[in-house]
């Protein structure tokens, strides 16, 4: 993989500012690199959605998106749409993509009990793909999963300033704590993008409970694919693409800025 243009940007995808918790990890080892985040909020929830929602839909918009930045690589910084579109995508561009899963190796590393929680998204929890990790890289350990859509919402609501209910947080724990072996659970996998952005919260919700996600192995991944090729001299303003209404963004504009994205476009 190879990139002469140092304007050809890295391309973030995810159904809302999930993804932010993987472009923040990704910009403190490429600070120059330019930036694209897109926000499919014309369909978020992804985690309500079907399989075959997400499978024609995912590709689709990321054609476009390739066709208007020209990206040197796509990092779907999603679990859902990765966990069931992700070979569809490569399979349908030529460009790199990055995808994020479920981080349950480094949990299962991580683990002293040998009890694992896996909160995320409804599809993503459901999702044969879970099975095979867990067989993958934690043979003969508990992984107990809990759906909890209502933290993606928290954290949409937590960038935008406005007040979350603490329960909300304390009702996704309970979700894990209260299955059988709920009790020995010592690490969570926080299995949707949007959940380290409240993992402040969650902390405050559990009794020393130690939490883990995609987003570092991401940013490696992403830095190991790009080492040879140039970059500007100095950091770009990025862009943030929703295929909402452009006008619902202007409560996320100061949080925006802090992650580098500055200009605002609708796709």
């Known amino acids: 993989m190879s990139s002469s243009d140092p304007s050809a940007p890295l391309l973030f995808f995810d159904s809302g500012i999930g993804g932010l ?4 990890e990704v910009r403190q080892s490429l600070p120059f690199a330019p930036l694209v985040y897109a926000a499919d909020y014309a369909g978020l929830p992804y985690g309500t959605k079907s399989e075959a929602e997400i499978m ?13 930045y020209r990206p040197r690589l796509i990092a779907i910084a999603c679990n859902t ?14 460009v790199p993509v990055v995808g ?6 480094p949990a299962a590393e991580m683990t002293q009990t040998g009890v694992i929680g896996l909160l995320g998204t409804a599809a993503t929890i459901r999702q044969a793909y879970v099975d095979r990790l867990q067989m993958a890289h934690a043979p003969g350990m508990t992984l107990l999963r809990h759906a909890a859509p209502e933290l993606v919402h928290a954290a949409e609501s937590k960038l ?9 947080y304390q009702d996704a724990m309970r979700g894990l704590t209260n299955h059988p072996d709920g009790d020995r659970l010592d690490v969570v996998v926080l299995g949707c993008t949007h959940f380290p952005l409240v993992q402040d919260e969650l902390a405050a919700a559990s009794n020393g409970i130690r939490f883990v996600d995609g987003s570092a192995g991401i940013a490696r991944r992403i830095s190991h694919l790009t080492a040879e090729q140039n970059w500007p001299p100095a950091p770009t303003d990025g862009i943030f693409v929703t295929t909402g209404n452009v006008q619902d963004i202007n ?8 992650f ?3 200009q605002i476009k609708s796709l």
């Open 81 to 94: 749409a990765c966990t069931i579109a992700l070979s569809h995508v490569r399979a349908a561009l030529d």
């Open 100 to 105: 994020t899963v479920p981080a349950i190796k």
């Open 21 to 24: 918790s993987v472009l923040r």
């Open 260 to 262: 580098g994205l500055t």
């Open 160 to 168: 935008r300033t406005e007040c979350v209910d603490p329960q909300v």
């Open 56 to 68: 024609a839909r995912v590709p689709a918009l990321l054609g476009r998106l390739v066709e208007r």
């Open 251 to 258: 409560a996320l504009r100061p949080a925006l800025a802090t």
